[in-house]
């Protein structure tokens, strides 16, 4: 049975998953991860541009890379890896680990703690959007130790100094004092547009934060700490894990048309905000980003 919405025919069933078990090696993999990225952080970290001259890659984003890869490969041997850095793996199980080694990568760069290892396990095809779906995961804020985490119908949690409690989303329901997460691209003329976005967003809302980590501000949203959160250009490694652990905290996730989230558009917020903040921020993104005049 093909899990509901995917346009993937193949993707596996979750249903057939111990997803108890893959939750548990997220968390697992991010705390060995995260331990790396604070504990070897080298005093001159080695810098290199990626996609721009503001969209940087540290010596540490890869080695936390190779790290969870080399976990999985042990763990999960048979599942396939998709990363944001270079070197990801097929695999032959159905299911891919999505990793982003280090979100917030400018914020670790300036040593602003607000930066996470997020790791999720997808059935289906995670380089398609809507033919995909995060099934367990686990995003750590490597600064702080807070790990959010959570599997498919099995609800979002929140571990922090040995304790662990259920995040539940905010019941919000009036966008004039929602306070709304969001983030900026690398790419000078589409943060032009994004800005352009905002000017108009604002004055609708409490205020906007813009903590420099996708993973982080839909587990923010989750943990009741944002009323909702979007963005545009976001890839699936910046968002998988996150977007799970807001759906199982009771958030309702989507994208320009539907509850599909794409690079075009990501949005997330609780029931009470759907209709007015999704119809707002779809509305805006096609005026200002995707399609502006
Ligand atoms: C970051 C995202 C963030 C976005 C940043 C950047 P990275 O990911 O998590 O939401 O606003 O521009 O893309 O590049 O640090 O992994």
Not at 101 to 120: F, K
Not at 171 to 187: K, Q, R, S
Not at 228 to 252: I, K
Request: with cysteine.
């Amino acid at each position: 049975m093909t899990p509901a919405g995917l346009l993937d025919p193949t993707a596996l069933d979750p249903t057939t998953l111990d997803l108890p078990g893959l939750e548990d090696v997220a968390r697992r993999v991010v705390l060995e991860a995260g331990r790396l990225v604070v504990d070897e952080r080298p005093a001159e970290l080695g810098v290199a541009a990626k996609s721009s001259a503001t969209d940087p890659v540290t010596v540490m984003d890869q080695r936390s890379q190779e790290l969870v890869l080399r976990r999985l490969a042990g763990l999960r041997p048979d599942d396939g890896v998709l990363g944001e850095e270079e070197g990801g793996r097929r695999g032959t199980s159905g299911v891919t680990w999505v990793v982003d080694p280090i979100d917030g990568t400018v914020n670790y760069l300036y040593d602003i703690p607000t930066y996470a290892v997020s790791l999720a396990a997808v059935v289906g095809d995670p380089t398609t959007p809507g033919a995909w779906q995060p099934v367990a995961g686990a995003v750590l804020s490597a600064a702080t130790g807070e790990l959010f985490h959570a599997h498919l119908g099995g609800g979002a949690r929140l571990t922090t100094g040995g304790a662990t409690r259920g995040l539940r989303v905010t019941g919000a329901d009036d966008l004039a004092v929602a306070l709304v997460g969001t983030g900026f691209g690398y790419d000078a003329d589409l943060r032009r547009r994004q800005a352009a976005l905002l000017a108009e967003l604002l004055p609708q809302v409490r205020d906007i934060r813009r903590m420099g980590s996708a993973a982080l501000d839909l587990c923010f949203l989750a943990a009741g700490r944002l009323d909702a959160y979007y963005e545009t250009a976001l890839n699936a490694w910046d968002r998988a894990a996150g977007e799970l652990v807001a759906r199982e905290a009771g958030a309702v996730v989507g994208g320009p048309a539907d509850e599909v989230a794409t690079r075009d558009l990501t949005w997330a917020c609780g029931p009470a905000l759907v209709g007015s903040f999704a119809d707002l921020v779809r509305e805006l993104t096609a005026r200002h980003v995707t399609t502006p005049g």
